[in-house]
Nanobody, 121 residues
Framework: VQLQASGGGLVQAGESLRLSCAASGTIFSIDDMHWYRQNPGKERELVAG???????NYADSVKGRFTIARDNRKRTMYLQMNSLKPEDTAVYYC????????????????WGQGTEVTVSS
């Protein structure tokens, strides 16, 4: 199973970016999905999460500016980031709780490789 994150880049404050995270491989189902971000020397922090049913949660720092969504048929998660601020600069990682087989209820905590977002002031 692989998670491929994309969509990062360099933007100015106030602009927008849309991140994508596509899952591939032998997957029976995907439960919760999340976006995290991390800067050098700091802990990885949760940005937003979404359940398989579409319920969402956000870090206080991004509420009202970021929107998380998913397309279960495409096995893809998105993060629409508006009104970006310099403090949003980080490497963004996608995360998914994946079940590989209908025969095995075990789930796997899977991470993508990260996509870099830089917001200049």
């Amino acid at each position: 199973v692989q998670l491929q994150a994309s969509g990062g880049g360099l933007v100015q404050a106030g602009e927008s970016l849309r991140l994508s995270c596509a899952a591939s491989g032998t997957i029976f189902s995907i439960d919760d999905m999340h976006w995290y971000r991390q800067n050098p020397g700091k802990e990885r922090e949760l940005v937003a999460g979404i359940t398989s049913g579409g319920s969402t949660n956000y870090a206080d720092s991004v509420k009202g500016r970021f929107t998380i969504a998913r397309d279960n048929r495409k096995r893809t998660m998105y993060l629409q980031m508006n009104s970006l601020k310099p403090e949003d600069t980080a490497v963004y990682y996608c995360n998914a709780i994946v079940r590989l087989s209908i025969l095995n209820p075990r789930t796997y905590n899977t991470w993508g490789q990260g996509t870099e977002v830089t917001v200049s002031s």
